[in-house]
């Protein structure tokens, strides 16, 4: 069974900063593609954040670049994201995903966490 739990985040103030965390556990065999996605609200189209390979190549929404940085330990299968210069509008529920192999002979799956609310608000 494969588990990504995310961390970090909370209220804070417009212009300040969070450290989100994702971290998968379980039968883990090697994790591909990750990604952070957002919910704004209830019934609002989520939107994709930023991904990064199992190689650190690394995607941004035009909305976070040169805000936000996706990062990730293959050690400790951990992805990150550093939000900087938080704006209001970028208050939502954030999500992470993987594609996950379980066992080297297996396709990826995609798994999803539960989420963690960030709300951006003076």
């Known amino acids: 069974q494969v588990q990504l739990v995310e961390s970090g985040g909370g209220l804070v103030q417009p212009g300040g900063s969070l450290r989100l965390s994702c971290a998968a556990s379980?039968?883990?065999?090697?994790?591909?593609?990750m990604r952070w996605h957002r919910r704004p609200a209830p019934g609002k189209e989520r939107e994709l954040v930023a991904s990064i390979t199992s190689g650190g190549s690394t995607n941004y929404a035009d909305s976070v670049k040169g805000r936000f940085t996706i990062s990730r330990d293959n050690v400790r299968n951990t992805m990150y994201l550093q939000m900087d210069s938080l704006k209001p509008e970028d208050t939502a529920v954030y999500y992470c995903?993987?594609?996950?192999?379980?066992?080297?002979?297996?396709?990826?799956?995609?798994?999803w966490g539960q989420g963690t609310q960030v709300t951006v608000s003076s």
């Open positions: 995903n993987a594609n996950i192999k379980t066992t080297r002979w297996d396709f990826a799956s995609l798994y």
């Open positions: 379980g039968s883990i065999s090697s994790i591909n593609l």
